[in-house]
């Protein structure tokens, strides 16, 4: 597999923990989102995933793009372990979780929104994440064991701990989202989120690195 990846996408990141707790190996083929004006405009790059967005993942003979698309066919390829619970209940709050963070909150923070918002990228990264953190928490309230649903890690998690270093970066107050905050440091105590991490990609500036 080849996974087109930048170090800071959130979206990357889901699928560089997915891959990594499925002990997928994988050669990594950075794309620079700010350099030479974002080199997911190449057309090079825009033949291989049209939305010219990262992450792109070449496996099997097919080239997928979208993060929860690219997460659910290594599901269904790779069952273990597991990150869809076999209860349809808990299956459903783990893909709610996850649309709740990959189409409700990160896709109205991400690079080309922000751009769009000239002077007020702070104040409106801040406000995105901040009214869908106050949902997310009363959500995990009812869900949460040891990580978002129960005490197994699902790809609810998969998309929690990105949007969380987001909110970090953005400096929103993570002080009303006990829930949120508690489940985020025990995912980052695990394996796969640690050699995941924006920190430790081949692509990740110095200054930047773990």
Not at 155 to 165: F, I, N, Y
Request: net charge positive; proline share 7%; charged share 20%.
């Amino acid at each position: 597999p080849i996974l087109y990846s930048y170090f800071r996408s959130s979206c990357s990141w889901r699928v560089r923990i997915a891959l990594a707790l499925k002990g997928i190996s994988y050669d990594l083929v950075p794309v620079n989102l700010i350099k030479d004006g974002g080199q997911q405009f190449s057309a090079e790059y825009k033949a291989l995933n049209p939305m010219q967005q990262v992450p792109a993942l070449k496996i099997d003979g097919i080239t997928l793009s979208q993060s929860l698309a690219i997460i659910n066919y290594l599901e269904e390829t790779h069952p273990n372990p597991r990150l869809l619970p076999q209860d349809p209940k808990k299956r459903a709050q783990v893909r709610m979780i996850a649309d709740h963070i990959a189409s409700g909150i990160q896709p109205l923070q991400n690079l080309s929104v922000l751009k769009q918002m000239g002077e007020k990228k702070m104040e409106w990264a801040q406000n995105c994440i901040a009214s869908g953190f106050q949902a997310l928490e009363q959500i995990l309230q009812h869900t949460a064991g040891r990580y978002c649903v129960g005490d197994e890690v699902s790809m609810a998690d998969l998309c929690l701990v990105p949007q969380v270093a987001n909110a970090e970066r953005f400096k929103v107050d993570m002080g009303p989202y006990p829930t949120i905050t508690r489940i985020n440091k025990a995912l980052l105590e695990l394996e796969a989120f640690k050699i995941s991490h924006p920190s430790r990609q081949p692509d990740t500036p110095a200054e930047l690195r773990a």
